[in-house]
């Protein structure tokens, strides 16, 4: 019978160890990931603000279709894109 130590026995331990370091720190990761992602669509904003600005000067603080925050990627404006056809 094999001992409790053997190699292939030794080489899954070391294998779970490794994943168990990894999982501990992957919520430090997403949340990492998070926040530069929130920085991200805050700088694509104000881009979007100034090409805005630059295209139209007399309709600078508008948007298209005259709603605030239409082109914003969020769960409600999806919705109301797909309920709208």
Same mark, same amino acid.
């Given at each position: 019978?094999? +001992?409790?130590?053997?190699?292939?026995?030794?080489?899954?331990?070391?294998?779970?160890?490794?994943?168990?370091?990894?999982?501990?720190?992957?919520?430090?990761?997403?949340?990492?990931? =998070?926040?530069?992602?929130?920085?991200?669509?805050?700088?694509?904003?104000?881009?979007?603000?100034?090409? =805005?600005?630059?295209? +139209?000067?007399?309709?600078?603080?508008?948007?298209?279709?005259? +709603?605030?925050? =239409?082109? =914003?990627?969020?769960?409600?404006?999806?919705?109301?894109?797909?309920?709208?056809?």
């Amino acid at each position: 019978m094999d +001992s409790i130590f053997g190699t292939g026995n030794l080489v899954l331990q070391v294998l779970f160890l490794i994943l168990v370091i990894v999982w501990m720190f992957v919520p430090f990761a997403v949340l990492a990931i =998070r926040r530069l992602l929130v920085q991200l669509v805050q700088k694509q904003d104000e881009t979007n603000n100034l090409l =805005r600005s630059l295209m +139209s000067p007399a309709a600078a603080g508008t948007t298209p279709e005259g +709603s605030p925050g =239409r082109d =914003r990627p969020t769960l409600g404006n999806i919705m109301k894109q797909v309920r709208e056809g």
